[in-house]
């Protein structure tokens, strides 16, 4: 759709790469397991989980992904520290894709970065995120770890828009003491993802899709985020949804089509049971952008891009 004049990074994760000119690799999608109430986890506190629901749901997704040619990520959300080990456990021994380490809880991040590098996989793993509210005992887990990949979320509680996200990217503020990424920085992280800190619609969603452009063209950064979180915040289709259910599929989905429109890398899609309908948008997507990027003296780089996939 457009080409940005700023050099745009491009970073390996094993299997595929993310970033470059919009059009040019794949979009990469990101689903997630373990969330809080997810139907196959029995006893979040101590990580039982029904492994063979878990498994099919992941082989779903990578399914997908071979399909279409987008590719994907596997977010391991855990409530404990004993939980994040038995997922990353589980994870690592079937799968040999990249995974983000998350959590509500900051102890059970930092805890989840010194597993990662315990057994081997830091290569593999991706912290998510740092954050105006990360704390100094995370921070210091990921200076002491192996990882050198981590999301960097651009949430400015101070100042919601555009100007706001950038600013908590590069400098000190919304209240922290330097920017979001002289802290990845010091933290030895060299593969960024921008998070461009989704905002529900009336209260700065605008300004979500806004960044992933001035992101790319300032900072030439592969960025994304959990655009999802707009349409799931969103008051009005809360009530609609009630009598019309079949609303809020298309927003859903929809809400991470927009951002890809707009140059976004990857999407957190929320729910890895939604593979089945996120991963044909986001290949419609990305043959658009593919398509139109040959008027800009461009090329798509990746073999398994979905314009040589699914046409």
Same mark, same amino acid.
């Given at each position: ?18 970033? #470059? *000119?919009? #059009?040019?690799?794949? %979009? ?30 992941? &082989?779903?997704?990578?399914? +997908? ?9 596997? *977010?391991?959300?855990?409530?404990? &520290?004993?939980?994040? *080990? ?48 990360? %704390?100094?005992?995370?921070? *210091?887990? $990921? ?9 960097? !979320? ?11 996200? +950038?600013?908590? $990217? %590069? ?8 920017? +979001? ?11 960024? !993802? ?11 969603? #605008?300004? %979500? ?9 300032? !900072? ?47 999407? $957190? ?27 800009? #003296? ?12 699914? $046409?």
């Amino acid at each position: 759709m457009f080409r940005f004049d700023r050099k745009q990074e491009v970073f390996d994760f094993g299997k595929f790469k993310i970033g #470059g *000119q919009p #059009g040019e690799y794949p %979009t990469c999608c990101i689903g997630t397991m373990f969330y809080a109430r997810h139907k196959i986890v029995s006893d979040p506190e101590h990580g039982v989980f029904d492994k063979n629901a878990a498994e099919k749901l992941w &082989n779903q997704q990578v399914e +997908m992904s071979e399909i279409t040619g987008n590719t994907c990520m596997n *977010q391991i959300v855990a409530e404990t &520290n004993e939980a994040m *080990q038995k997922e990353i456990d589980w994870f690592v021994e079937i799968s040999d894709y990249p995974f983000l380490i998350d959590s509500s809880a900051p102890e059970v991040r930092a805890f989840g970065v010194k597993y990662a590098t315990e057994i081997g996989v830091a290569d593999r793993a991706v912290h998510n995120s740092i954050n105006a509210s990360i %704390t100094d005992e995370e921070l *210091q887990a $990921l200076k002491e770890s192996d990882l050198d990949a981590a999301i960097v !979320l651009a949430f400015n509680a101070m100042e919601k828009g555009t100007k706001g996200k +950038m600013d908590i $990217l %590069t400098k000190a503020a919304g209240g922290a003491k330097k920017g +979001m990424l002289e802290y990845a920085k010091d933290c030895g992280i060299t593969r960024i !993802l921008i998070d461009t800190a989704a905002m529900p619609l009336g209260a700065g969603s #605008g300004a %979500t899709y806004r960044a992933c452009i001035a992101v790319k063209a300032m !900072l030439g950064l592969p960025v994304g985020g959990g655009f999802h979180n707009a349409a799931s915040a969103w008051d009005w289709m809360k009530k609609w949804k009630k009598t019309h259910k079949e609303a809020f599929a298309p927003v859903d989905i929809g809400s991470n089509l927009v951002a890809g429109i707009v140059g976004a890398d990857f999407y $957190l899609y929320g729910p890895i049971e939604n593979a089945p309908m996120v991963f044909p948008a986001a290949a419609m997507v990305d043959i658009m952008k593919a398509e139109s990027i040959q008027e800009l #003296g461009l090329e798509v780089l990746d073999p398994n891009h979905p314009i040589k996939k699914t $046409l």
